[in-house]
């Protein structure tokens, strides 16, 4: 915040007798929120990428009614806003990438466990109709995943980490009924 009062501060003292619109540093700042918009900003760092788009708005609007001064102003503030947006929506996309592998690795292990349940259901002889929901219900899980993967290795975070959150939820379920399908098969301990 004392950087951009800085570079408003000089860019009004450098201006004060500024003939001509800002029309390097509106291209600029136009430069720097394109760029914000290719790193994601808009969904990232909405509200930053915003302000640099106001701003820019506001520098051009200062350039209609001929007031130079201020819309070099602006056009500064929408470039520096713009930079931060990118690196916002850039380190938020990194975060959000990470959480989603690490999300991605918990739920493969989920089903490797239900996969152990079903072989141990198989030991115990649980009904093959269960043993066969069950897999298939892994199995269409495991699709899942492989969907959320390829979203993730698209760089669509948000849509892989929706995904995941519901098949883990979906793999837990799907390894209770197998446990009490287990349970009902396994003899009681006497005391």
């Known amino acids: 915040m004392f950087a951009r009062l800085c570079i408003t501060i000089a860019a009004a003292v ?17 430069g720097a929120i394109d760029a914000a918009r290719a ?3 808009e969904q990232h ?3 930053e990428f915003a302000a640099a788009v106001t701003a820019l708005n506001q520098s051009r609007d200062a ?19 713009a930079q931060d947006a990118a690196k916002q929506a850039s380190d938020q996309r990194a975060a ?13 292990a989920l089903l490797d466990r239900g996969d152990q349940r079903v072989a141990l259901a198989e030991s115990l002889r649980v009904p093959r109709r269960t043993i066969t929901s069950t897999r298939n219900e892994l199995g ?13 290795e698209r760089g ?18 799907i390894i209770g009924e197998i446990n009490k399908a287990i349970a009902a098969r396994q003899p009681r301990s006497r005391r």
């Open 14 to 30: 450098l201006c004060s007798a500024c003939a001509n619109p800002p029309n390097k540093e509106m291209d600029q700042a136009q």
């Open 39 to 41: 790193a994601g900003a």
């Open 45 to 47: 760092a909405s509200q």
């Open 63 to 81: 350039v209609a009614q001929r007031d130079y001064r201020s819309a070099l102003s602006f056009a500064l503030d929408s470039r520096e806003r």
């Open 96 to 108: 959000l990438g990470g959480q989603t592998e690490r999300s991605l690795t918990l739920v493969r």
């Open 140 to 152: 269409a899980a495991r699709i899942a995943v492989q969907k959320a993967g390829a979203a993730a």
């Open 156 to 173: 669509d975070y948000q849509a892989a980490q929706r995904e995941v959150d519901g098949i883990s939820q979906r793999a837990t379920a």
